[in-house]
């Protein structure tokens, strides 16, 4: 059974610091990986997707890496902002030979706070 | 603009009082699925669908029914809601090939008294 860990649980910065995220899983026969960011009380917004074939993927401030072998993924944030504060969550999607076709399997997310 | 749209994003109710969570997509897409939020549990898969017809269980469906009628549409049926039903739901979808984006709802908030 896959299960995915996301450390550290919570994190406060101030402003404009560089930062990373960590994410582990246990099985390494995965489709791809996707970081979320969800705020208060609203939905999931898609940051990056990793495919298994790829080492990494950015998007403006962001940068995301997998290591497929070891099972690991990190999201690093640069020079952080007060509105990058969020939970970020990590979901790996389950290869298809799996018992749960296309599952993604969460971590349980870092709370990110930056403050001014 | 591409989404998924779910309704109602409030909802609270009686125990036993049937209700449904509608779930509709723009994409086209193949695979769409349901997940609850819980604190502590992180999000669980409850159903999925790869096609229209074609449903399965995900690791929490006990008290869920689901239907794909149509290629956008999967809504959530609680036949019978139950107090520890009560979480925050939401809705996904992705191409069926799974090698591109999930795209999720906003969410449902449901509570049963």
């Known amino acids: 059974k896959q299960e995915v860990t996301q450390i550290p649980a919570a994190l406060s910065v101030p402003e404009g610091e560089n930062l990373v995220l960590n994410c582990s899983f246990t099985?390494?026969?995965?489709?791809?990986l996707q970081w979320f960011r969800q705020d208060p009380g609203k939905g999931l917004t898609s940051l990056l997707l990793?495919?298994?074939?790829?080492r990494e993927q950015t998007s403006g401030r962001l940068n995301a890496s997998l290591d497929k072998s070891s099972g690991r993924s990190t999201l690093y944030i640069a020079a952080s902002q007060p509105g990058d504060s969020a939970t970020y969550l990590c979901?790996?999607?389950?290869?298809?030979?799996?018992?749960?076709?296309?599952?993604?399997?969460f971590g349980q997310g870092t709370i990110l706070t930056v403050h001014p | 603009e591409a989404q998924v749209t779910q309704n109602p994003r409030y909802l609270i109710t009686v125990t036993g009082k049937k209700l449904t969570v509608t779930c509709s997509q723009n994409?086209?897409?193949?695979?769409m699925s349901w997940y609850r939020q819980d604190p502590g549990l992180g999000l669980r898969q409850i159903y999925y669908?790869?096609?229209?017809?074609?449903?399965d269980k995900g690791d929490v469906p006990e008290g869920y029914k689901v239907s794909r009628k149509e290629k956008r549409n999967f809504p959530l049926i609680l036949e019978s809601p139950s107090p520890n039903q009560t979480s925050l739901y939401f809705c996904?979808?992705?191409?069926?090939?799974?090698?591109?984006?999930?795209?999720f709802g906003q969410g449902t908030r449901l509570t049963v008294v």
């Open positions: 996904a979808s992705s191409s069926g090939r799974l090698n591109t984006e999930a795209f």
């Open positions: 994409m086209n897409h193949e695979y």
């Open positions: 990793i495919q298994s074939s790829q």
């Open positions: 669908s790869m096609n229209v017809e074609v449903t």
């Open positions: 099985d390494s026969a995965i489709y791809n």
């Open positions: 979901a790996v999607r389950g290869d298809a030979g799996g018992t749960s076709y296309g599952k993604l399997t």
